[in-house]
């Protein structure tokens, strides 16, 4: 390595620890936490070391090794394979809820903020009624007539998380619309769709993105639960819920490394969320004073 290479990287490992301190050693490890999985989910399917799906009988509840990090179930199926692989599933049902109920919450939040009078008042009620409804119980309901999967989970759960959003975000878009630049815009001709796309939204951008995250962790949960219950993905298809509940059965027989590693990774996820949706909550009310 040259001298001006490790100047380059002297330069490069300071600017990170400087990074590092100024926003935490706790957020920065969640964070990093994140991007391992996120990157795990979209690549799963390629970086695993065994394939999760053939039945080996002979080599069931094989213990930990070089070959078998994780040994293997009850099926003779790699675990860290398994796990892998179920990273994408478990990721991909809360990422679509999160955005759902991003999306329609921010709407409506926005449209009963700008309107205010009967939309408010309507609006607000609305959201009163279906925040008083616990999500979890919806999507059991959803399931029980459209059948187990993925698909009616995430659609009852994105409709029944768009109040927790758009109740904070209303509040948040109210105080934006009253604003003095709101009425100087509409002074200078801007149109109300023009100020709202343009001005109001991207202003709310930073508390949409906390929501986000908490939205998302929360729907890890329901999903997972979902899923243990055997309501969510069939066989062979099968996320953190579902292994939870199929290693449930070893760990009577004294295997409890498919269930702990897929419950660990589940606590480990919602933990770096919410810690990670708590530090931007902290920035944002250190940017108002």
Not at 154 to 163: G, K, R, T, W
């Amino acid at each position: 390595m040259t001298p001006g290479q490790l100047v380059l990287t002297g330069l490069s490992r300071r600017r990170l620890y400087r990074t590092v301190a100024t926003v935490g050693w706790v957020p920065a490890v969640c964070a990093a936490w994140m991007a391992l999985i996120v990157v795990v989910a979209v690549f799963g399917p390629w970086i695993t070391p065994h394939d999760p799906d053939p039945v080996d009988l002979y080599n069931a509840y094989a213990p930990s090794s070089l070959a078998h990090p994780l040994g293997t179930d009850e099926s003779g199926r790699d675990i860290l394979s398994r796990l892998i692989v179920a990273t994408g599933p478990s990721l991909l049902g809360p990422a679509l809820v999160a955005t759902a109920a991003a999306l329609f919450g921010t709407l409506l939040a926005v449209t009963a903020a700008w309107f205010g009078g009967w939309a408010d008042a309507v609006l607000s009620r609305t959201f009163d009624i279906m925040f008083a409804l616990p999500g979890l119980i919806i999507a059991i309901f959803a399931v029980a007539i459209f059948g187990p999967g993925l698909t009616a989970p995430v659609i009852a759960l994105s409709i029944a998380y768009v109040p927790v959003i758009g109740r904070v975000l209303r509040g948040a878009a109210t105080r934006e619309r009253n604003l003095p630049y709101v009425a100087a815009l509409t002074v200078q001709g801007a149109s109300k769709l023009s100020i709202c796309l343009r001005h109001v939204i991207p202003n709310l951008l930073p508390l949409l993105t906390v929501q986000f995250g908490l939205v998302f962790s929360y729907a890890i949960i329901d999903l997972g639960g979902i899923s243990y219950l055997g309501l969510g993905l069939q066989p062979p298809a099968s996320d953190w819920g579902s292994l939870v509940a199929s290693g449930q059965s070893a760990i009577m027989a004294g295997y409890p490394t498919q269930a702990l590693a897929a419950g660990a990774v589940i606590l480990i996820t919602v933990v770096s969320a919410n810690l990670l949706s708590d530090r931007l909550t902290q920035a944002l009310e250190m940017g108002e004073r």
